[in-house]
C-alpha cells in the first residue's frame, strides 16, 4: 500500500487548507486512518483519527474545533480539513494508515512521504 498527501502550502494565519491521503495498492483493507504532525525541532504527534467501522474520531486538544477528519473509503482517500489555522500549525503532516493484507491476513501499518503546511503570522 502507497500513501500520497497533497493539499499543503502556504496559508496566512486564520487561513484554511484541505490535505488529502489516498491510498494505493492491491489486495488491501484499510481499518484505521490517522493524520500526525512533526512541527520543527518537535517529535511527531497524532493531530486526528478516524476509524475504519463507523467512523469515530480523535483530535488532539491543540486543533479540537478547528480541524476536521473524514474518510471516503470507497475512494480509499482521507482528509483533514483545518479552519481558522495557526502559526503553530506549522508542521509537516504525515497520513498513516493500518491496514490488512489479504493475500496474507497481515496486519501492516504504512505512512505518506508527508506534506508540508506554513501558516505565516
Known amino acids: 500500500v502507497r500513501l500520497v498527501e497533497s493539499g499543503g502550502g502556504l496559508v496566512q494565519a486564520g487561513g484554511s487548507l484541505r490535505l488529502s491521503c489516498a491510498a494505493s495498492?492491491?489486495?488491501?483493507?484499510?481499518?484505521?486512518m490517522a493524520w500526525y504532525r512533526q512541527a520543527p525541532g518537535k517529535q511527531r504527534e497524532l493531530a486526528a483519527a478516524i476509524a475504519s467501522a463507523g467512523g469515530s474520531t480523535n483530535y488532539a486538544d491543540s486543533v479540537k474545533g478547528r480541524f476536521t477528519i473524514s474518510r471516503d473509503n470507497a475512494k480509499n482517500t482521507m482528509y483533514l480539513q483545518m479552519i481558522s489555522l495557526k502559526p503553530e500549525d506549522t508542521a509537516v503532516y504525515y497520513c498513516h494508515c493500518r491496514f490488512v493484507d489479504i493475500m496474507t491476513s497481515k496486519w501492516l501499518e504504512v505512512w505518506g512521504q508527508g506534506t508540508l503546511v506554513t501558516v505565516s503570522s
Open positions: 495498492g492491491s489486495a488491501f483493507s484499510i481499518t484505521d
